[in-house]
């Protein structure tokens, strides 16, 4: 267990060390003014562990990519990550990101609205000069993949902000699953693994299967970071503690509360949900806190997490098995233990 | 005069209609949910004149291009114009877009930033699809050009966004126009004329000439538009009159009288440019105007939108002379008058 974990890390901290090297090129200045160059470098400066630059560049390596063919990809996702990032701030009006205050809080909506854009115009550039180490035909797949990737992304914001916007509680775990596939899975996970698999493969094999242990994968890790804003260390997680119900995200967690709760206390959630964010208070938090522990929600959602890394670890078979050994296919098979465990 | 506003009015009717049926093929529902499609489709069904495609469209077909080839790019670049206005409004607080109220208003700005986001991602579908009647090659050229006017879209508006947030008021005509360069002509004129020369030749003429001719006929429609703002007719203009002074925008008529007005104005100037937007009385924006009047504000930036489109004149010999005559070069050529003169 310890050893997935330091493992995974180092692996991690490889990975990283590269993509956040070729994204410092990028970052460098020469736009706008000074003070843009610095807002459009803030989120990504403020670290984060690469685990989609990790996917896809051990995912080219472990089928034989140098490791140089996979970067700019790698890189661009990063990026986007970012963009999302800003941009998923502002629309679910969160106040912390990796331990400080979101962008839009310290700058404005304007502001953060302009730098998340840039940030996603920024992602373009490593995708179009793809060409000169892949040549057209691969780089244009990629993009192929990448426009994919990107519009399953916003429909996935799109629906959860369409399920806060017009407090909708009739959900069950397929709506979430669904959610969670286009809103965190592609970007995170799918597209990453796919991506390395287009690269270090030529195009030479069929994609549905990373859409399956991505899926499987990504949904786990979602859950678990899900978790982890319940039950978790602020410090170390970086967001804040129970923010989630906070912002009335329809998480498993709340889903699943939403099914078991009784009548009258399915009236008092929904009239907390469709209130303003300023409206719920500290104990309107503590109850749905205390409901959701009664209600056994946080167990069923761990165990639906279990249900998916298992699963996970079975695509990986299909998926990876043929390959030879190599540290990234031991990367991305530790993956669905490492997802339930980290803290 | 009336001859150049009804030529050029049936021209843009005519590549309008084009590209607005493809366009509807990409709005085609099928994501998220049906609200959805509905707020994406929002801005591009509100008309508008589709300006940005139908300089695509001429330029490709005055150089001898199938109307065909260039209306992926040019539906491309429309998709992106109304993803730039979404957000655009959300940032400058704008409250009236083509005659209605915007996204942002009827929505709120969480799914107003979403929707911005799913518009700019579907304007990367028709350049990808450019393949098809393009090829790879010239495919990856185009891209190249909408990453760079992507690029320069961006930061012109964070420039702009930085002079309001800072209150810069230390500004002159040369800061204006390398402002409008990169907020306005990059998308507006200079990318749809370089692309079109781009797939009107097979790659095969030196873009420098359309960046100048883009550059002097944009800045002269920018100017014209912001004087629209100030003298136009609200119910043809679609935007609140005076809605540029209420919002501190930074036009050429601002930034002369902040040049020629005394010391004493210069600060109430200033004071109100820095007050939130709410605390701006009509009284104040009667003042800007009244102030503008006395020094001739408004004459200066008709003059200055004067000389631009003279140079475009200028330019557009040496960038179209050699072509054969067609009713797509005639436009071209109608474009820096016509600017002046639409009301």
């Keep these: 267990m310890a050893a997935t974990a330091s493992f995974v890390r180092e692996r991690l901290a490889e990975y990283g060390a590269a993509s956040q090297a070729r994204m410092k090129e990028y970052l460098r200045g ?11 470098a803030d989120y990504p400066e403020r670290g984060g562990r690469s685990l989609r630059a990790s996917l896809c560049l051990a995912t080219a390596r472990a089928f034989g990519a140098r490791p140089s063919e996979a970067l700019n990809s790698a890189v661009a996702l990063e990026l986007l990550h970012n963009a999302f990032l800003v941009h998923d701030d502002v629309e679910d009006e969160s106040e912390a990101r990796r331990g400080s205050p979101t962008l839009h809080l310290r700058h404005g909506v304007p502001i953060a609205v302009n730098v998340g854009d840039a940030l996603a115009v920024l992602s373009l550039r490593p995708l179009i000069e793809n060409v000169e180490a892949l040549g057209s035909r691969l780089a244009l797949r990629v993009l192929e993949e990448a426009e994919r990737m990107a519009r399953e992304s916003v429909e996935g914001q799109a629906l959860e902000l369409w399920w806060r916007q017009h407090n909708v509680i009739e959900l069950g775990e397929a709506d979430y699953l669904r959610m969670v596939l286009k809103k965190t899975c592609w970007y995170s996970t ?7 698999a287009l690269i270090g493969t030529r195009d030479g094999v069929g994609l549905d299967r990373y859409l399956r242990f991505g899926f499987f994968v990504g949904a786990a890790f979602q859950i678990q970071d899900d978790l982890l804003n319940l039950v978790g260390d602020e ?8 923010g989630d ?13 939403l099914g078991a709760a009784n ?6 959630l929904s009239r907390m949900l469709g209130s303003p964010r300023a409206a719920r208070t500290l104990e309107d938090i503590r109850w ?5 522990d009664r209600y056994g929600s946080i167990e069923y959602a761990r165990q639906v997490a279990h249900g998916l890394a298992g699963a996970a670890l079975h695509e990986f078979s299909l998926a990876y098995g043929d390959l030879p050994d ?3 296919k031991r990367f991305i098979e530790a993956l ?4 339930l465990e980290r803290t």
Excluded: C, Q
Excluded at 30 to 40: K, S, T, Y
């Design 30 to 40: 020469g736009r706008a003014h000074e003070g843009f160059d610095a807002l459009v």
């Design 190 to 196: 799918i597209y990453p693994l796919r991506v390395g």
């Design 235 to 242: 410090a170390r997680y970086g967001k804040e503690i129970n």
């Design 245 to 257: 119900i906070l912002e009335g995200k329809r998480t498993l967690m709340l889903i699943h509360l």
């Design 263 to 268: 009548a009258e206390e399915r009236v008092l």
């Design 288 to 292: 749905v806190r205390e409901r959701m």
């Design 326 to 328: 190599s540290p990234d």
């Design 336 to 339: 669905p233990t490492w997802v």
